[in-house]
C-alpha cells in the first residue's frame, strides 16, 4: 500500500495511522474531527461577524482564534489524508518547507492571541471602567496584527534553517507533517546550535505567554473571590475557566514536546501528542465556547432566526 520510492530532493512522511483496521478506524474518526473543526470554526468567524452583539474586543480575537484553528487543522489534515488514501506519502521539498512555515507561523501566533484573550479578561474583571482604554478597537488589532508578525518572522527563521541544511541520504520523516525537530534529525551535520533556538522559540512563544496567562488568571481569582455579586461572580468564572479549558489543551502538550531534551523524547510518543494541538485543539476551541458561552447560543438563534424571517 505504501509507496516508499523517494526522489533525490523528496522527503517522505511515515504517517500516523497504520496500515489496519484500527489505523483505518482512527483514520475516519480524524477525518471526522477535521470535519467538525472545519465547520465549527467557519461557523464562530461568520457568527461573530453576523451579530453586532458579538462585535467586542473578546469576540474579535476569538474569531482570530477560530481563524488560526481553521489553517491550522487545514495545513495538516489534508495531506494526511492524501497520503493515506493514495499509500504516496512523498512530500516535495518545497512543499514540506511550505508545511512547516505555515504550521510555526500559526503555533507562535495562536501562542500569543491566547495571551491577548487572558489579557482581555483580565483587564474586563480587574479594571472594568479602564476596559474601553485598555482594549480598544486599535489595541485589537494591534494585538492582532503582533501576532501574525511574530509568528510569521519567527517561521521564517526556521524554515530558512531547515530548507538550507545537508540532509542524509534517508528523508523519511517520522512523523505525520513536516514537523521541524523531526526533520532536523536527518541532518548530516551537528544541529545543537539550532536546537537551542528551538528551545527558545518554545520559550518565548509558549512558556512566556503561558505564564503571564496563569499570572493573569490568578489576579482574576482574586478578583473574583471579592466580588459581591453572584451571578456576576458565576458569570465571570464561567468565561474565564472556559479559556483555560482552551490554553491548557493546546499549551500542555506543545510544551511537554518541545521542551523535552531529545534523549527524552521518542517518536512515537511526540506524534501522539501532536494530534492534540493540530487536530483536536482546534475541534474543542468552537465547542467549547459555543456550549459553555450563553451569549454565542444567543447569537446563534438571532442570526437562525434573521435568515429564517428572510426566507419566509
Not at 537551542?196 to 518565548?204: G, K, M, P, Q, R
Not at 471579592?226 to 489543551?249: D, I, P
Amino acid at each position: 500500500m505504501e509507496n516508499i520510492n523517494q526522489t533525490s530532493t523528496d522527503f517522505f512522511l511515515l504517517g500516523l495511522f497504520p496500515p489496519s483496521r484500527i489505523g483505518l478506524f482512527f483514520f475516519i474518526l480524524s477525518f471526522l474531527i477535521f470535519l467538525m473543526a472545519l465547520f465549527g470554526n467557519l461557523s464562530m468567524i461568520i457568527l461573530i461577524l453576523l451579530d453586532t452583539h458579538l462585535h467586542t474586543p473578546m469576540y474579535f480575537l476569538l474569531s482570530q482564534l477560530s481563524l488560526m484553528d481553521l489553517n491550522f487543522i487545514s495545513n495538516i489534515v489534508p495531506k494526511m489524508t492524501s497520503d493515506y488514501l493514495s499509500g504516496n506519502k512523498s512530500i516535495s521539498f518545497i512543499g514540506c518547507g511550505v508545511q512547516s512555515f505555515f504550521f510555526i507561523t500559526l503555533a507562535g501566533a495562536e501562542g500569543l492571541i491566547l495571551a491577548s484573550m487572558a489579557y482581555d479578561r483580565y483587564v474586563a474583571i480587574c479594571f472594568p471602567l479602564h476596559y474601553p482604554i485598555r482594549m480598544s478597537k486599535r489595541v485589537c488589532v494591534l494585538m492582532i496584527t503582533g501576532s501574525w508578525i511574530m509568528g510569521s518572522i519567527n517561521s521564517c527563521a526556521h524554515t530558512a534553517y531547515v530548507l538550507h541544511i545537508p540532509y542524509c541520504r534517508s528523508r523519511a520523516i517520522n512523523h505525520f507533517f513536516c514537523d521541524v525537530p523531526a526533520m532536523v534529525t536527518l541532518a548530516c551535520m551537528d544541529t545543537w546550535v539550532y536546537e537551542y533556538t528551538v528551545f527558545l522559540s518554545i520559550i518565548l512563544f509558549l512558556a512566556l505567554p503561558f505564564i503571564c496567562i496563569a499570572c493573569s488568571y490568578g489576579r482574576v481569582l482574586l478578583a473574583i473571590c471579592r466580588m459581591q455579586s453572584t451571578e456576576g461572580r458565576k458569570k465571570a468564572y464561567l468565561t474565564c475557566s472556559t479559556h483555560l479549558t482552551v490554553v491548557s489543551f493546546y499549551y500542555a502538550p506543545f510544551v511537554y514536546t518541545y521542551l523535552r531534551p531529545r534523549s527524552f523524547r521518542s517518536p512515537t510518543e511526540d506524534k501522539v501528542l501532536a494530534v492534540f494541538y493540530t487536530i483536536l485543539t482546534p475541534m474543542l476551541n468552537p465547542i467549547i465556547y459555543s456550549l459553555r458561552n450563553k451569549e454565542v447560543t444567543g447569537a446563534m438563534r438571532r442570526v437562525i432566526q434573521r435568515f429564517c424571517s428572510v426566507e419566509m
